[in-house]
T-cell receptor, first 113, second 116 residues
Framework: SQTIHQWPATLVQPVGSPLSLECTVEGTSNPNLYWYRQAAGRGLQLLFYSVGIGQISSEVPQNLSASRPQDRQFILSSKKLLLSDSGFYLC????????????FGEGSWLTVV | DQQVKQNSPSLSVQEGRISILNCDYTNSMFDYFLWYKKYPAEGPTFLISISSIKDKNEDGRFTVFLNKSAKHLSLHIVPSQPGDSAVYFCAASSGAGGTSYGKLTFGQGTILTVHP
């Protein structure tokens, strides 16, 4: 079965500091990978998706970037965090052979202070 | 523009009764719909889905109904249990093929509380 590992689980970072959230998946090859964010009191917003190594598509303009250096690794980064970057970040994957269902990791709480 | 809407921020039901969670969408290109359950500080868990070629899908206590003409779907939980208390998100997709790449558009979520 597919599993998604995401870390760190919680993070408190000062404004202007860099960010790196990592996600790895197991049990599948060539998955579609996604980064979502849940801001306080809001739904889940798609930030980035990737259909293959080195292929990144951004859904909304923002202070963040994503990279996929390996088939099962997806990284969310920022060079300088803003207060508005605070939120709950979720890595997700869709096994390309099994249709539309997306499965989520455990999530990472980011608080920018 | 909110393409997927859950107009009820919260719902409270008694244990053993039916919970009905509603969701509306505006994009007629959506053809696949999902419901997720989420506990605080955890990732959403997939519950049930339905393709636009169907109007009902059932899995145990969970049933999803789709009314394409009204662009409305609902999740029924029968009987409701205290462990069902969580935030429920509906999501929509315009298919895994083509350029959609399985991307989901989520509603804002509904907080379900089931009282013993």
């Amino acid at each position: 079965s597919q599993t998604i590992h995401q870390w760190p689980a919680t993070l408190v970072q000062p404004v202007g500091s860099p960010l790196s959230l990592e996600c790895t998946v197991e049990g599948t090859s060539n998955p579609n990978l996604y980064w979502y964010r849940q801001a306080a009191g809001r739904g889940l917003q798609l930030l980035f998706y990737s259909v293959g190594i080195g292929q990144i598509s951004s859904e909304v303009p923002q202070n963040l970037s994503a990279s996929r250096p390996q088939d099962r690794q997806f990284i969310l980064s920022s060079k300088k965090l803003l207060l508005s970057d605070s939120g709950f970040y979720l890595c997700a994957m869709a096994p390309t052979v099994s249709g539309n269902t997306i499965y989520f990791g455990e999530g990472s709480w980011l608080t920018v202070v | 523009d909110q393409q997927v809407k859950q107009n009820s921020p919260s719902l409270s039901v008694q244990e053993g009764r039916i919970s009905i969670l509603n969701c509306d969408y505006t994009n007629s290109m959506f053809d696949y719909f999902l419901w997720y359950k989420k506990y605080p500080a955890e990732g959403p868990t997939f519950l049930i889905s339905i393709s636009s070629i169907k109007d009902k899908n059932e899995d145990g206590r969970f049933t999803v109904f789709l009314n394409k003409s009204a662009k409305h779907l609902s999740l029924h939980i029968v009987p409701s249990q205290p462990g069902d208390s969580a935030v429920y998100f509906c999501a929509a997709s315009s298919g895994a093929g083509g350029t959609s790449y399985g991307k989901l558009t989520f509603g804002q979520g509904t907080i379900l509380t089931v009282h013993p």
